[in-house]
């Protein structure tokens, strides 16, 4: 009974020594490396599903998995006779509304005012003749020369005159005056809307063309020449190159140590002896068990911060999922809020300049 109890005090005293003696290993590990940090992780880019803003056939598809496209470059076509015949409309008839306001705006020519105030004339030379002979037919009546009958034709005719002599001077007194304000401001706004009908064509038929709007490589070519596009079907599936970084996990004892710009060192095993520069550029603030993929096993059951460490890839040489490790110096001094905002890679690899921040 006594042997038994004294064997499993044995046993707690080698427990609790073992304990102790990797406890003591691990932080002696820990400070032989408290100068340099290693991490090891994956390199990380963003993808986007490029689509076209209209719906119509495929005319044409112009790049291939694997090519490296370039900001504007075009990609694909759409056929773009419905919308250029839109277009096409839309401008006619904006010619048409600024031909009708230029008119308004310029008035009356002087040949269209001489020609009012001649037929006005004319006009005024009846109305007085009539006027004579109505008057003549009125004494000859009033001494029974002749009948009722003849006074009142000259009398109607008389009245006629007046009115055609007064429509013609207001003919001539618009013709002089020119259009009114509330006509060219009306004509004014009918260009406006025909243009914004004209620039609305214009944008329909100008995505007809896919253009690439960043640097990347075209992972997936979704659709084909004759298929039905639209803005919900993705035509590619492209790898951003901007921005690019390795993600990796930071162990919690070492979360007080770095922060955002520390400059870094990545190496990876497909280019052995090259180091790439590269910066922190994102530190989580939440934190989470270590990955299964991380090659820590004495930290597996520690909580680590996740952490973006951004890369110069001037070549093209770091390429998603490769592994990499990333080796970061710490006592770095703290580098001010616009150090860390103008962080990049330079003119040669200005895509790859920015990390995002946060």
């Not at 997936?220 to 492209?238: C, H, K, N, Q, Y």
Request: net charge negative.
């Amino acid at each position: 009974m006594n042997s038994k109890r004294v064997r499993l005090i044995l046993l707690g005293l080698v427990l609790v020594l073992a304990s102790a003696f990797g406890t003591y290993a691990l932080l002696a590990r820990l400070r032989s490396t408290s100068n340099v940090l290693t991490l090891y992780g994956n390199v990380d880019i963003r993808e986007v599903q490029v689509a076209f803003n209209d719906s119509d056939r495929i005319a044409r598809m112009l790049v291939q998995e694997g090519d490296f496209v370039r900001p504007g470059e075009l990609l694909a076509e759409l056929d773009s006779r419905r919308y250029g015949a839109n277009a096409d409309q839309a401008r006619r008839t904006v010619e048409a509304q600024q031909q009708t306001l230029d008119r308004l705006l310029n008035g009356s020519r002087p040949e269209e005012i001489v020609q009012a105030r001649s037929t006005m004339e004319a006009l005024q030379a009846t109305m007085r003749d009539t006027e004579v002979t109505y008057r003549r037919n009125l004494e000859l009546r009033r001494a029974q020369v002749i009948p009722q009958q003849a006074l009142d034709d000259s009398q109607s005719q008389y009245k006629a005159a007046v009115g055609n002599y007064n429509a013609a001077r207001q003919v001539w007194i618009l013709a002089v005056k020119g259009p009114r304000i509330e006509d060219i401001e009306n004509a004014r706004a009918a260009l406006r809307a025909d243009e914004a009908t004209l620039a609305f064509s214009e944008r329909e038929l100008a995505d007809t063309k896919l253009y690439a709007h960043s640097d990347g490589v075209i992972e997936d070519r979704i659709l084909e020449p004759g298929d039905m596009a639209s803005p919900g079907v993705p035509a590619f599936t492209m790898a951003l190159t901007n921005p690019l970084w390795v993600r990796a996990y930071v162990p919690e004892p070492y979360i007080g140590r770095i922060y955002l710009g520390m400059n870094a060192s990545i190496t990876t095993d497909s280019f052995p002896g090259k180091a790439f520069q590269g910066w922190i550029g994102y530190i989580s603030p939440t934190a989470e068990f270590t990955p299964k993929n991380v090659e820590t096993p004495e930290l597996r059951t520690r909580l680590v911060y996740q952490v973006r460490v951004y890369a110069c890839n001037p070549q093209n040489e770091l390429r998603l999922g490769m592994p990499a490790t990333v080796t970061v110096a710490l006592g770095q001094p703290i580098p001010s809020a616009s150090q860390v905002k103008d962080l990049g890679c330079g003119e040669q690899d200005h895509a790859a300049g920015q990390p995002e921040i946060h």
